[in-house]
């Protein structure tokens, strides 16, 4: 009798649910938190308050390159295997 | 003669599937940038067909999965091995069409498997089913991965919306329609990463089939090159009608949603691509779609149209394989040999030459967000 359990390899399944689901999660709540340091640097520039709007924009800065690190990375790990 | 002017066939058919396979699904991957104005859709698509052809070079585990996971090649050799290789592709590249034709967003890749399952069923019975391959590479996947597309475009959304509250619009949204520049490359490279590799897996299963290639070999070059290409022109050509299905009849997004959806539906197939699951590129982006719409409220999305999308995804592997089995039919009762693709190829293009033109006095389809 064949079963659902013999026919799937459910540790490799497992580990691409994972996969997918954190990186896209990480994904979009990174690039959210650079949307909003670069949202909140224009309203503070605009205030005048200048070094929570530079402390807003470096914010902006950081999670724009930790995203292209996390899109290097992927594609990095699918071309090495 | 005959074997190599068969071979030749099957190849020629193979990139016909890619090319209506990227023509499908252009859709897939640029209804939600396009329906958000994140881009035009002369660039979405010109940007979209680039990625496709770059995301072909980046991985070969799905074009493996599909030349020895989902049927036997050895199996096949000698029973009319490209006849019925030939006869899956013609079933799935029909019910392409169909689909195409009545602007339903069906699935392009359980298509192509429905139909080589068919004829190989037609033609030398279950024996040449890898019963684990089928279940545990392609069906399985196919059911989790739209579902946890839908979960997860569900989760970031709601995370998105929570981190960017009481903030103005305005800048906002200028934010998440540069992101969704990013995330719809990604979903083309994702695209292009799994649904290219079918077809090298196809073209391949017939190398193999015919003992041109010994069974377990790799793509070669030349199958890697040509089906990125023949994808990434399929694209480029675009399906209009199912971009307008796709972006707007399902639920109307603003920037943030199609940034989650485009994110999530491109981490889950690159996810899959690694482990090589031959996923429906479009189950998984049309349940980040879902998804994305769902969290914000649950009448957002047109359920009817979403129901006949599923319906659509229901009858596609039973059709496409009843179709391939057909079409080997029909070539076995041609006397096997050239006779029966030859004959079926020059009909094959007669029809869709007259759907096409049928297509276009109905009048040109209109852009999502144009109509």
Not at chain 2, 24 to 47: L, R
Not at chain 2, 121 to 150: C, M, Q, S, Y
Not at chain 2, 317 to 343: D, E, K
Request: glycine letters at 12%; aromatic letters at 8%; one cysteine or more.
């Amino acid at each position: 009798m064949i079963s659902l359990a013999t026919l799937v390899n459910w540790s490799e399944l497992l580990q691409s649910v994972a996969a997918g689901a954190i990186s896209a999660i990480l994904l979009t709540t990174v690039v959210s938190l650079g949307i909003r340091g670069t949202a909140k640097y224009v309203d503070y520039s605009q205030d005048g308050r200048m070094f929570l709007a530079y402390s807003s924009l470096a914010v902006g800065g950081i999670c724009f390159m930790v995203t292209l690190a996390m899109i290097i990375l992927g594609i990095f790990l699918m071309v090495n295997g | 003669m005959d074997a190599h002017l068969i071979l030749i066939i099957v190849v020629v058919t193979a990139l016909a599937f890619d090319f209506t396979n990227g023509f499908h699904d252009t859709a897939n991957v640029v209804a939600t940038s396009i329906s958000t104005g994140a881009a035009s859709p002369k660039v979405a698509i010109a940007f979209a067909a680039v990625l496709n052809f770059v995301g072909a070079f980046i991985s070969i585990q799905v074009a493996a999965t599909i030349a020895s996971d989902v049927v036997n090649p050895e199996a096949l050799a000698g029973a009319d091995a490209l006849n019925v290789v030939f006869a899956g592709l013609v079933g799935a590249i029909s019910w392409n069409l169909i689909t195409w034709y009545y602007g339903l967003p069906s699935s392009s890749s359980h298509a192509l498997i429905g139909g080589i399952v068919g004829s190989t069923l037609a033609a030398v019975g279950t024996g040449a089913i890898e019963l684990d391959g089928l279940v545990g590479k392609v069906l399985v996947p196919g059911v989790i991965a739209p579902i946890l597309a839908f979960l997860v475009a569900a989760l970031a959304i709601s995370i998105s919306y929570r981190i960017v509250n009481n903030l103005r619009p305005g800048p906002v949204n200028r934010g998440y329609r540069v992101s969704q520049i990013a995330s719809g490359g990604l979903l083309a490279l994702a695209h292009g990463t799994n649904d290219a590799q079918k077809t090298m897996g196809v073209i391949t299963l017939a190398l193999i089939a015919d003992g041109t290639l010994a069974a377990g070999s790799d793509p070669p070059f030349w199958v890697i090159f040509s089906a990125a290409s023949a994808i990434a022109l399929g694209t480029y050509s675009g399906g209009w009608k199912i971009i307008k299905t796709t972006g707007t009849k399902i639920i109307k997004m603003d920037t943030a949603q199609g940034f989650a959806s485009q994110g999530a539906g491109a981490a889950v197939i690159m996810a899959s691509s690694h482990f090589g699951f031959p996923l429906s590129t479009t189950h998984v982006i049309n349940g980040g779609i879902m998804g994305s719409g769902i969290a914000k409220r649950l009448s957002a999305v047109r359920w009817g149209v979403a129901g006949n999308i599923v319906t659509a995804w229901l009858l596609t592997l039973p059709a496409a394989a009843a179709i391939g089995a057909a079409i080997y039919g029909i070539t076995v009762l041609a006397g096997g040999g050239t006779v029966g693709p030859v004959i079926i190829s020059a009909v094959s293009v007669v029809l869709i030459i007259a759907t096409f033109i049928r297509r276009a006095r109905r009048g040109a389809p209109v852009a999502a967000g144009h109509s």
